[in-house]
């Protein structure tokens, strides 16, 4: 049997200090590879747009934000790749864009089809707005939510931020 997942603390550990290009294990053969920390990308209106270094696609951010990669085996022993660009503000209000691919570029062990595309509201009252979208051959999860004391962000703002979602290629391998 595999060891159990190391805590949050455990991972924060293994992260500390990890610069540009570096990639560290965080958990049994799951890796972490950081491209950019804090990353600018001025839209000119307070917002940046964060493209993903590897992941292929971008999203707009009203914040500076971090880009990374995890690689790990899924369970049928395929590479899979989570490529996320994000960031949380002084209050912890936290936005996220994760695109999940595998290397054999089905969107699942089922080899789902794609075209899925579904806004969801967690809460009561409201702590998260999620989008995920099913595309050809990854699937993306955009989340802004609410983790300390900054409230979730205004209906436009959710909206820009859920709906800004660009494809740019295909995820490097």
């Keep these: 049997m595999g060891q159990a997942a190391p805590s949050k603390d455990e991972v924060a550990r293994r992260l500390a200090d990890i610069g540009p290009g570096e990639e560290r294990e ?22 940046h747009r964060a493209q993903s270094t590897e992941g292929s696609f ?15 085996q899924a369970t049928d022993n395929v590479e899979m790749r989570t490529h996320t660009v ?15 691919a595998r290397r ?12 899925s595309d579904k806004i969801e509201v967690k809460g009561t009252p409201p702590v998260a707005h999620s989008r995920s979208v099913d595309l050809d051959d990854m699937t993306c ?5 609410a983790q300390g004391s900054d409230p979730v ?10 709906h800004s979602l660009k494809r740019t290629g295909r995820p490097a391998w």
């Design 26 to 47: 965080i958990g049994e053969g799951v890796f972490m590879t950081m491209h950019r920390l804090q990353a600018i990308q001025p839209l000119g209106d307070g917002w």
């Design 58 to 72: 971008s999203v707009e951010l009203p914040l500076p934000f971090n880009d990374f990669r995890v690689r790990a």
């Design 86 to 100: 994000g960031g949380k503000t002084p209050g912890l209000l936290a936005w996220s864009a994760s695109c999940l």
């Design 104 to 115: 054999d570029g089905k969107l699942g062990p089922e080899a789902r089809a794609p075209g």
């Design 141 to 145: 999860i955009l989340i802004v939510e």
């Design 153 to 162: 962000p205004p209906e436009a703002d959710r909206l820009r931020f859920l």
